[in-house]
């Protein structure tokens, strides 16, 4: 899942074995940075894609066999080694988050999607290999389940994007629905409004069902993990349907009162994983 995607559906922590929580927690410190050097502050582009390059060249090091200057890298450099992570899906993250210092629009699904490859599979991708379960097939439903995270996190976070000047929504389903960018800078949810967001919370609950026989197939404490994040993915997806798509005026996001229903929807998941879950 994509870095921001931690404050939405969190990892349970007493879920992570004890003996992988320093190695994740590296993975994140570099990911939460990197994607911060990108949004966060008041650089400007190029100083943005110059502090981008520098983590290039840290992973570049590690590549190299030469020992990081940089503590993170170095430390980094001991998670990548020990587990044998490949170092793709880390240099696929800053290519997003470079993306993101001079890209705001989209034109159509295909291309937001690659931009989801690889803001979001990676962590998947990272997940799998430490837990030595990264097979064809795993990757492929950890690719699915991630790149609907990351388009679930965009749908709930419309009002927040466009402070930054950012609109994630493909601008051609956007023409096809009628709506224009006055819609959300005006924060309009008419009926052409609602219609283009039933349109995008269909198409992102459909991929993250998908990839959701994962958490099934994953054993012991990944599995019940990974049942919790999608079932997250898909309770957002209700908060936005209970707002009647008006994300403008309130951010869906879980509660602890959602998460003895996570819990319950996670437990029963087995009988409902393809149509989705329990009611």
Known sequence: MAVDHYENFPV???????????????IYAFARSADDLADEGDADADERLAALAAYENGLDQIAAAVIPSDALFRDLEKVITEYRLPLQPFRDLLSAFKQDVVTTRYADFSVLLDYCRRSANPVGTLMLHLYGAATEKNLRDSDAICSALQLINFWQDVAVDIQKARIYIPLDDMQKFLVNEDHITSQRPDDAWCKLMQFE?????????????LA???PGRIGWELRLVVQGGLRILEGIEAVDYDVFQQRPKLGKSDWLL??????????NSTAGPSR
């Not at 919370?201 to 026989?213: H, K």
């Not at 996570?262 to 009988?271: D, E, F, N």
């Open 216 to 218: 099934l197939r994953l």
């Open 262 to 271: 996570l819990v319950w929807r996670a437990i029963t998941m087995k009988v």
């Open 12 to 26: 349970a922590s007493i879920l992570l074995p004890a003996r992988l929580r320093p190695a994740v927690e590296i």
């Open 201 to 213: 919370v269909a198409r992102a609950r459909s991929m993250l069902l998908s990839g959701a026989p």
